[in-house]
């Protein structure tokens, strides 16, 4: 909102001096960090309380680790709704708004965190772990995120095609896959991209099972596709680096450093022992917004490699399913994979800090290809 306020052609430019900094996404980037973990240092203390006084508590699963149901009982849930409230109020307050893809990530967020307060509220009011069925889940989050898709595709804002690491100006354009029908094969993208805003948004809310274990990598991998954002929205660094130029998508970097901010904000209360949780309306929109920022960035299968920790979770989950269900027996002591850890003797602090570290370390890793091309 500011910069239609104060930049060329807004009513107030050049009105005031000093606004012509706005004209900098950096700047703007980085008073989205101040702006949204401001916000939530200062909003949370009051939901807690509230939380609180509602009995908002979370619901521990019977089949948890044990610890879970002696030291977790009793803390509110739902944190995320000040997480989105402080990422929304800072991306609408220094984002470009005439910017199609900011309100693309914004809608995905929103709507994925609304689809995770359905499921948080009928935990909560009917004292189950069970929440909305898995099935409507899922329908929810491929109505939003096809639709969102669907519109990119048709309105250009992204093609058919998908960048590949470590290779320079290789890409799979599957609108030219076969000349006879391209119109058709390219609509196989967006479905593509479903299944990665899906598949992401599943995997984070996997693995937030631990004080501050989701945040984390969530920060993490929100500042990589920041700097990634803003260097593939600069022609200049984009073909320096041999990355596709994305029109725009420095603004995106406000966004993902917002969830930066906010994450930080929430950390402070949801580090161990936590205070809150982010429940599912954080997480199922956390992970729909890292999915959608690779994608309007164009680096998708950097996704797994920077968000290293969310596919071990959710593959973690599926081994130990498909193994009990094919054989009777378990890979794990329990899944998801933090669980194991737990199970074997590790402290909540160690593996959480421990997969903090990973994060870090892929993050670098998912940074180095950049180059590497």
């Known amino acids: 909102m500011i910069p239609l306020l104060f930049v060329d052609p807004g009513p107030f430019a050049d ?13 703007r980037a980085a008073w989205g960090v101040v702006t949204a973990v401001t916000l939530a240092y200062f909003i949370f203390p009051a939901f807690i309380r509230w939380m609180k006084l509602q009995k908002m508590n979370q619901i521990i699963r019977e089949d948890g680790p044990e610890s879970h149901r002696l ?15 402080a990422i929304a109020a800072a991306t609408l307050l220094w984002a470009r708004l005439d910017v199609p893809q900011v309100w693309m990530t914004l809608i995905v967020m929103l709507g994925y965190g609304l689809i995770g307060f359905v499921d948080d509220w009928k935990k909560v009011m009917q004292a189950s772990s069970d929440g909305l069925a ?15 898709l669907a519109y990119g595709y048709v309105t250009g804002v992204f093609d058919a095609s998908i960048t590949l690491p470590f290779l320079k100006n290789v890409t799979i354009d599957f609108g030219n896959l076969w000349a006879g029908a391209p119109s058709v094969l390219g609509w196989a993208y967006p479905l593509f991209g479903l299944f990665i805003l899906v598949g992401a948004s599943n995997a984070v809310n996997l693995t937030d099972g631990l004080d501050g274990l989701a945040i984390g990598p969530t920060m993490t991998t929100a500042a990589t596709y920041a700097l990634i954002a803003y260097l593939a929205g600069h022609a200049r660094f984009a073909s320096y680096l041999g990355i596709p130029y994305v029109s725009d998508a420095g603004e995106l970097s406000i966004v993902a450093l917002a969830i930066v901010g906010s994450g930080l904000g929430f950390l402070w209360y949801n580090a161990y022992p936590a205070q809150i949780f982010m429940g599912d309306v954080g997480s199922l929109a956390l992970g729909g917004t890292l999915a959608i920022l690779s994608i309007l960035t164009r680096h998708e299968f950097l996704l797994a490699v920077v968000g290293g920790i969310f596919v071990l979770e959710a593959l973690s989950v599926i081994i130990q399913v498909v193994s009990f269900k094919t054989t009777g027996k378990r890979v794990f002591a329990m899944a998801p994979i933090h669980h194991h850890y737990e199970k074997q003797g590790w402290s909540e602090p160690k593996i959480i800090v421990r997969f903090w570290i990973i994060s870090i370390v892929l993050a670098l890793v998912a940074l180095s290809t950049l180059k590497l091309r």
């Open 71 to 85: 030291d977790k009982v009793g803390t509110p849930t739902m944190g995320g709704v000040c997480i989105l409230f």
């Open 15 to 27: 009105v005031l001096p000093g606004t012509n900094v706005l004209r900098y996404i950096s700047f």
């Open 134 to 148: 898995g099935r409507w889940k899922i329908v929810g989050q491929v109505s939003i995120g096809g639709g969102v």
